[in-house]
């Protein structure tokens, strides 16, 4: 591990999710007009970081990788299809809020600005800092648009009290992807910002109070690695749980050895991940062939909430949430298949928009936990291939399905920026996306344990995994 690894893991301890740590800035004088004279003071210290975060998916949004079957591809958010909000192309000032920039309403954004990198999103410490739902990631104030600049941020202040970022700053994105808290990974939450040792073990805000750069860290300064099945389905294995742990981690006990030998096929999340969405519950499904236009029904009935879910907006569909989940279970060998745009489908299966790969007999794979989130979604019914359609738009908009409510409209401009050709026909097709487990680690007095699995246990589907039954079961009638 080299010093940068150790210093940003020794930092990631002391402070926490305090931001205790956070510099104080009073040479920072302002006032900014923009957000981008921000960063252009924080870059007459700071001369690097801007390259250095362009040089990041987090602000290219895709990068090279080899999908099986289709070589190398240029792949991530801008061109991947899921089902949530489908895709991000005709969609951009509402799906960029969440980027790390300033400013991408279109194609025709400029990745090579380094005044467009926003430094405070990830170093705010006085989480007042706010990023509009559809304000093309420009912070409150400064969207130019008066209905999301109500409250506007004050930056003075913010720059004033920049420091190391906290889970703060990496739940105000991660946590709530897909419109909500939790609702696209699962284990993932507003709870994770001072999770309890029940939650998270590593996170346990009054126990080791991980930072969440103290396990994703990097040798490259602002690189922050990771690995989401649903943008990077070329499976670039970036870190890992025996980092830390050793790959031989189980001591003490009586079946550690036992243990440790089921860590060459089993992964460590398996074990030690029982359920996610402990706290928050995350959605599971979501039927976009039941949206309508909310002024055809009585404002009683354009939002249904179950169980403090909402499970129903007229705009947007059909949801279903759960809690305290327990995980598919599939092999995975690192990679992943990807459905790409444009890719024939077959309406009357399920579509998988990415898939991880591996089996039993491949020595690289081992069996680990997914949340498995399930879709019904446009598609050209003359083409056979998914639609990545217009959702959003500002009022007026003569397109986006959310101002129209025209599916023929939606599916037309969304597919002319896509570069395929929209035949006019439209269906809905059943689809699923897988989303690995790996945050909410349990105590270790709460893993599964080798009846969990084995015997009566009921946890695995073991034909589903390619076995006859319970290999325990097996081998031992095998012996008799």
Not at 193 to 205: F, G, S
Not at 234 to 254: K, L
Not at 295 to 312: N, P, Q, S, Y
Request: contains cysteine; aromatic residues 10%; negative net charge.
């Amino acid at each position: 591990m080299k010093l940068y690894t150790v210093l940003i893991a020794a930092v990631g301890i002391l402070i926490g999710n305090s931001g205790s740590f956070a510099n104080d800035h009073p040479e920072i004088e302002g006032p900014f007009e923009t957000p981008m004279e921000v960063t252009e003071t924080c870059l007459e210290c700071h001369e690097d970081a801007a390259q250095e975060v362009m040089a990041t998916s987090h602000w290219t949004w895709k990068k090279l990788q080899q999908i099986p079957g289709k070589g190398m591809v240029s792949r991530g958010k801008t061109n991947v299809i899921n089902n949530f909000c489908v895709s991000v192309g005709a969609n951009w000032s509402r799906c960029t809020s969440c980027h790390v920039g300033y400013g991408w309403k279109d194609e025709s954004f400029d990745f090579t600005d380094e005044s467009r990198v926003d430094c405070l999103v990830c170093h705010d410490t006085t989480g007042t800092y706010k990023k509009p739902g559809a304000g093309a990631g420009y912070p409150a104030g400064f969207t130019g648009k008066e209905s999301m600049d109500k409250k506007p941020v004050d930056l003075v202040e913010i720059a004033r009290n920049a420091g190391m970022p906290t889970r703060d700053n990496c739940v105000d994105c991660h946590g709530f992807g897909g419109g909500g808290n939790n609702v696209k990974a699962g284990d993932m939450s507003n709870a994770m910002r001072n999770p309890t040792k029940e939650l998270d073990v590593h996170m346990d805000a009054t126990g080791l109070n991980f930072s969440c750069q103290q396990c994703h860290a990097s040798d490259t300064p602002h690189d922050l690695p990771g690995n989401s099945l649903i943008v990077s389905a070329g499976g670039e294995t970036t870190m890992a749980c025996t980092d830390c742990h050793g790959e031989s981690p189980h001591r003490y006990f009586p079946t550690a050895q036992q243990y440790n030998k089921h860590t060459k096929k089993i992964a460590c999340q398996t074990c030690h991940n029982t359920h996610f969405a402990k706290v928050d519950g995350t959605k599971m499904s979501w039927d976009w062939s039941k949206s309508v236009d909310p002024k055809t029904l009585d404002k009683d009935k354009r939002v249904i909430t179950e169980h403090g879910h909402k499970v129903f907006i007229a705009k947007k569909g059909l949801f279903t949430y759960e809690d305290n989940v327990v995980p598919a279970y599939r092999w995975y060998n690192g990679t992943a298949g990807a459905y790409t745009i444009g890719d024939k489908i077959d309406p009357t299966k399920v579509t998988a928009l990415n898939f991880p790969l591996g089996d039993k007999d491949d020595p690289d794979s081992k069996i680990m936990p997914f949340k498995i989130h399930t879709g019904k979604q446009i598609y050209d019914s003359k083409f056979n291939y998914l639609i990545t359609p217009k959702i959003w738009g500002p009022k007026g908009d003569p397109d986006a399905y959310w101002v129209q409510f025209d599916w023929n409209k939606s599916a037309a401009a969304g597919m002319k920026v896509s570069g395929l050709e929209y035949s006019g026909e439209y269906g809905f097709a059943a689809t699923e996306t897988y989303w690995p487990i790996n945050h909410q680690v349990d105590p270790k007095e709460k893993a599964l344990k080798c009846l969990s699995c084995h015997k009566e246990g009921n946890r695995m589907d073991w034909k589903a995994l390619g076995y006859e039954g319970d290999p325990m079961k097996m081998k031992r009638l095998s012996n008799n």
